[in-house]
């Protein structure tokens, strides 16, 4: 976006944006961070301290107008506090400073406010030895080679993660076998059970989940622990169509942004305490599915979705092996589109060759978690934008999808189990 974009009607937002303060960088900075949001711009903060107060203050951006704005007002925020006082900067404070910004451009403050903060503790990692925040390094050993700001981003992804039970992502081996209509209802489905439960679509080019729940226009907002995922009837849902001010734009990004942007989203997301985060993740093995299987260390297993014909038989073996490659638990395989129901009668018919993703799975050594039938009624249901599964849904396809839902629960109990936590039921 260009600077001419953002048209601010706030006499000290155009100010700012216009004219920033405090615009470079400091040759011998005691803190420094950069940082890229969800939405591609970077933002660069350098603090000179001294006697424990940010003493100067810089910043840069690559970004449009209201990147500008909210870095400089940043600088001019925190200039003179103490490093501690800094840690707490909002992006709330940016925007009542600023006089408000146009909706789609607040969460530009969110990572100016997100990167001051980095700053700081990066000043107090070379003062201290400690980060400034609440992370334990104990817990996350620095890696080889690892430098000062990968291992602070690398541990506030740890810290966020750690707070969520069960982590699963959904794969498949091609599109257009319904993996995203699956990850959709078997959230809805864990949501059902009375689970604590959120969805991130890290689907860059295709962010379907908003439309598949009628949450199109809905937009992310910010707080002081950071982005807020929207929330639908208690199920947490964040995808980068949220930030799409134009529904119809094409996402063209390369692989090193589509990562980074996905490390946002896992790093920078307050999601809080759940008991399952599910992950719909493009199709393939690519950079998207690449990212996410590295980045969150701790990934309780990957759920694979295919459909009965050969075709996507021969695709769902690779993501079998890219989650083999990367020592990550195939929690079972799923096979959609198995069969038709007939709208009238409710009978079940088979209009496609059938029985593919058993044959791969007892092939390939894993669970066949079951077959899921064309319905309809589940297109119908992703137009409207509502989840197919719903309590008084007692189909065919919603059963199969609540069965499968069923074998996470289980493994919930058993992790529970494990670790001496009361058992459900």
Not at 8 to 28: D, L, Q
Not at 78 to 90: K, P, T
Not at 361 to 390: N, T, Y
Request: negative net charge.
């Amino acid at each position: 976006m260009g600077r001419e974009e953002a048209d601010f009607n706030p006499s000290v937002a155009r100010t700012h944006a216009e004219h920033p303060r405090n615009y470079g960088m400091i040759e011998k900075a005691d803190g420094h961070a950069r940082i890229k949001g969800p939405c591609g711009d970077t933002m660069e903060f350098w603090l000179a301290v001294s006697d424990g107060r940010l003493k100067r203050v810089t910043f840069i951006t690559d970004g449009c107008g209201s990147s500008l704005a909210c870095g400089s007002i940043a600088t001019v925020l925190v200039e003179g506090r103490r490093i501690e006082e800094a840690l707490s900067m909002s992006q709330e404070e940016i925007l009542d400073s600023l006089g408000g910004l146009p909706t789609e451009f607040e969460h530009c403050a969110l990572l100016a406010a997100n990167t001051v903060q980095e700053a700081c503790r990066d000043y107090l990692a070379k003062k201290t030895g400690q980060s400034g925040s609440d992370f334990c390094r104990d817990t996350l050993p620095r890696q080889v080679g690892e430098s000062e700001e990968d291992y602070l981003e690398r541990l506030q992804l740890h810290t966020r993660m750690s707070s969520i039970r069960n982590k699963i992502v959904v794969l498949s081996g091609k599109g257009g076998v319904g993996k995203s209509t699956v990850a959709v209802n078997l959230a809805a489905s864990l949501r059902m059970a009375g689970k604590k439960v959120g969805l991130l679509d890290v689907d860059i080019h295709g962010p379907s989940v908003p439309t598949m729940l009628g949450l199109e226009n809905s937009s992310i907002a910010g707080s002081r622990e950071g982005l807020v995922p929207v929330d639908l009837e208690g199920l947490k849902v964040m995808s980068l169509g949220f930030m799409l001010i134009d529904q119809d734009e094409a996402v063209i990004w390369r692989g090193p942004r589509k990562t980074e942007v996905i490390k946002q989203f896992l790093k920078d997301v307050a999601w809080g305490e759940l008991d399952f985060l599910v992950i719909d993740s493009p199709p393939g093995t690519g950079d998207e599915p690449l990212a996410v299987c590295q980045m969150v260390e701790d990934l309780d297993g990957a759920l694979v979705v295919t459909t009965p014909q050969k075709v996507a038989a021969v695709d769902v073996r690779k993501s079998i092996s890219f989650c083999r490659e990367l020592k990550i638990p195939v929690i079972g395989l799923v096979e959609n589109m198995s069969g038709f129901v007939c709208p009238k009668c409710g009978e079940s018919s088979r209009i496609l060759r059938s029985g593919g993703g058993r044959r791969v799975a007892d092939g390939m050594g894993v669970p066949f978690l079951g077959e899921i039938p064309i319905d309809p009624a589940i297109a119908e249901a992703s137009d409207r934008g509502r989840a197919f599964v719903c309590p008084d849904n007692s189909s065919l396809a919603s059963r199969s999808l609540r069965t499968i839902g069923e074998s996470l629960l289980r493994i919930d109990e058993l992790k529970k189990a494990e670790e001496g936590g009361p058992v459900d039921g």
